[in-house]
């Protein structure tokens, strides 16, 4: 069932990570059309079909690792086209899905790919749910296009729509990660030319997060370097998870 929300927030002047995203996803249509799945994968950094599934697979494992199980009340914030969603349906999973983005295109992929999943827009740094309603949060590729403040809002945000126990996990940049650097140059070697990027890409500091969980009423998140494959496939982002206390 798809919901559209935030229409009155259209009308105002957008965010540059709406702007930014949603410009970019149109650019990608107009460059594929003919291969409108593709156009969409390669929006959201999957090359390849390929690389799409696998990459889902992957974040399923994440997920599972850190205590998804049937029955349970997810939210995938920044959703895209289904890359998550497509994949938790391939592994068998059933529970609550609910999938949140800023793209039209976007949410209607993954509607058509997902029927019985719930998804919506929502412009507003908020989750879009009730209080303490979610068993898991998780979002990849969100916090790395946005500025600090803004993902400081939704992690506090996260923490009032997660029942007690829940957790929300999420992808970042740092500096520290050596295989960032390939990002970071690039957008120096962007700037020097006079180029702007399609989008904002930010780093935050794992002593900024700490910060965000602390202020929120997390416990002391859980971080893994974007290398590292000895409990599930490398991400290649940095990882952090948060608990909700009990």
Known sequence: MMRLLGLQSRKRRQSHSIADYQKLVRRRLRELPKDRPLALAQAIGAETMANFISQGD????????????DNMSVYDLGCGCGRTAQALRRSGWAGHYIGVDVVPELIEELARQCPDYHVHLNFRPTIAAPDA???????????????????????ADA??????GGKMLFSFLEMEEPAHDRVWNAN?????????GEQLDAFLHRDWIRRFAQDAGFAEPQFTHGSDDSRHPAF???????????
């Open 133 to 155: 309603s979610l068993d898991m949060i998780f979002h990849w590729s969100v916090f790395t296009h946005l500025y600090p403040s803004e993902c400081y809002l939704y992690t």
């Open 159 to 164: 923490f009032r729509a997660l029942k007690p």
């Open 188 to 196: 120096l070697a962007r700037l020097r030319r006079g180029q702007p």
């Open 58 to 69: 992957g974040h399923v494992a994440v997920l599972r690792h850190h205590g998804l199980v």
């Open 236 to 246: 290649w982002q940095s990882l952090a998870v948060m608990d909700k206390p009990a």
